[in-house]
């Protein structure tokens, strides 16, 4: 019987990305963790740890086409619910930690921005400052530019992979290797060119049933299996570091596949670790929208003095968990408010 990936499974894997993310951004720098280690392991597993990137696209991929398959969406419709749902958080954000950073830690738009101030908060509001090639208030938002651009061509996409599958996987994947994002230009080929290829196969993968294919078929007893898949991930490992051409995230899509792969059929297995991990998965946004703020540009002083790699990592997670699950319930004190106008209007 196929095995279902659910909606579950997207929020554990998720929570794994977002491990990935948090060690990435900690431990990628070298300097600060020169005196952890003289073999800098932090920083080695930093640097594989950024495939997070491509496992959220492939998993941003997946569920939007399961989703766009299921409740059969108007053009408008589908528009509507995932910008909404997009922009009400990274809105809220802008809300809560902005204006901290100003007020706190004199981090002005000027000191961000330096020159054309108004144009580029205007730019950063709507989240596509990175096609301008600027960072913006928060470095980590270049990666809404990316979002909100795929969201926009995945009905086009999703159409695209059902009628001619194997073409447009081979052809998002050509479009690494000849786009060159370009400095100081309005440039969206750029961007979009260098990470479409994830976001096609979590999109191919929902269509074809690829993951719950792969995960259900057998190969002689499950450590056969479980050894082809450590094969594969050791000479994608080997090659991210060391190859000519596929090589840093040029490799990412498969290596954030193979990721999936393991963690659904083997990891997971494991209850209480996914438990845990699927919490962390639902709060996964959340925490991609604010850590930077914490471990990076207010309390950098405070994360980095536990010295250790793993209690400053546990530390920063464990901080975005708390302040996630606030922003959670200020959310619902909002909505029940609203609702409780709204019942209030219709009995008056």
Same mark, same amino acid.
């Given at each position: 019987?196929?095995?279902?990936?659910?909606?579950? #499974?997207?929020?554990?894997?998720?929570?794994?990305?977002?491990?990935?993310?948090?060690?990435?951004?900690?431990?990628?720098?070298?300097?600060?963790?020169?005196?952890?280690?003289?073999?800098?392991?932090?920083?080695?597993?930093?640097?594989?740890?950024?495939?997070?990137?491509?496992?959220?696209?492939?998993?941003?991929?997946?569920?939007?086409?399961?989703?766009?398959?299921?409740?059969?969406?108007?053009?408008?419709?589908?528009?509507?619910?995932?910008?909404?749902?997009?922009?009400?958080?990274?809105?809220?954000?802008?809300?809560?930690?902005?204006?901290?950073?100003?007020?706190?830690?004199?981090?002005?738009?000027?000191?961000?921005?330096? #020159?054309?101030?108004?144009?580029?908060?205007?730019?950063?509001?709507?989240?596509?400052?990175?096609?301008?090639?600027?960072?913006?208030?928060?470095?980590?938002?270049?990666?809404?530019?990316?979002?909100?651009?795929?969201?926009?061509?995945?009905?086009?996409?999703?159409?695209?992979?059902?009628?001619?599958?194997?073409?447009?996987?081979?052809?998002?994947?050509?479009?690494?290797?000849?786009?060159?994002?370009?400095?100081?230009?309005? #440039?969206?080929?750029?961007?979009?060119?260098?990470?479409?290829?994830?976001?096609?196969?979590?999109?191919?993968?929902?269509?074809?049933?690829?993951?719950?294919?792969?995960?259900?078929?057998?190969?002689?007893?499950?450590?056969?299996?479980?050894?082809?898949?450590?094969?594969?991930?050791?000479?994608?490992?080997?090659?991210?570091?060391?190859?000519?051409?596929?090589?840093?995230?040029?490799?990412?899509?498969?290596?954030?596949?193979?990721?999936?792969?393991?963690?659904?059929?083997?990891?997971?297995?494991?209850?209480?670790?996914?438990?845990?991990?699927?919490?962390?998965?639902?709060?996964?946004?959340?925490?991609?929208?604010?850590?930077?703020?914490?471990?990076?540009?207010?309390?950098?002083?405070?994360?980095?003095?536990?010295?250790?790699?793993?209690?400053?990592?546990?530390?920063?997670?464990?901080?975005?968990?708390?302040?996630?699950?606030?922003?959670?319930?200020?959310?619902?004190?909002?909505?029940?408010?609203?609702?409780?106008?709204?019942?209030?209007?219709?009995?008056?």
């Amino acid at each position: 019987m196929e095995n279902q990936f659910t909606k579950e #499974d997207t929020n554990y894997l998720k929570g794994i990305a977002i491990f990935l993310l948090l060690w990435h951004h900690l431990f990628y720098n070298a300097n600060y963790i020169e005196s952890f280690s003289s073999f800098n392991i932090a920083e080695i597993i930093s640097y594989y740890s950024k495939v997070c990137v491509a496992i959220f696209l492939i998993l941003s991929g997946y569920g939007l086409s399961e989703s766009y398959s299921k409740k059969k969406y108007t053009l408008r419709t589908f528009y509507l619910k995932y910008y909404r749902k997009l922009y009400q958080n990274y809105l809220l954000m802008w809300i809560l930690f902005v204006p901290m950073g100003i007020v706190l830690f004199n981090r002005t738009f000027e000191v961000v921005y330096g #020159d054309h101030v108004i144009t580029k908060l205007f730019l950063n509001i709507l989240g596509v400052q990175r096609l301008f090639s600027f960072n913006g208030y928060n470095a980590t938002w270049w990666y809404m530019s990316l979002v909100i651009g795929l969201y926009l061509f995945f009905p086009l996409l999703n159409r695209l992979v059902k009628k001619y599958p194997i073409l447009s996987l081979c052809l998002s994947y050509y479009l690494m290797f000849i786009t060159r994002h370009k400095v100081g230009s309005f #440039d969206p080929i750029g961007l979009y060119g260098y990470w479409v290829f994830p976001f096609i196969i979590g999109i191919f993968c929902s269509q074809r049933k690829v993951i719950s294919n792969i995960t259900s078929f057998k190969i002689g007893n499950k450590y056969i299996k479980l050894m082809i898949y450590l094969i594969i991930l050791i000479l994608i490992v080997y090659f991210r570091r060391y190859g000519v051409k596929l090589i840093n995230e040029k490799i990412d899509g498969f290596f954030g596949l193979i990721i999936i792969l393991i963690s659904y059929e083997y990891i997971s297995k494991i209850k209480c670790f996914k438990k845990v991990l699927t919490f962390v998965g639902i709060h996964s946004f959340n925490i991609f929208l604010f850590h930077t703020f914490i471990y990076e540009y207010y309390f950098k002083r405070i994360i980095y003095s536990f010295k250790n790699p793993l209690i400053i990592f546990s530390v920063l997670l464990v901080t975005c968990i708390m302040i996630s699950i606030g922003i959670e319930r200020l959310k619902n004190i909002r909505f029940e408010k609203r609702k409780y106008i709204l019942i209030s209007k219709n009995n008056s």
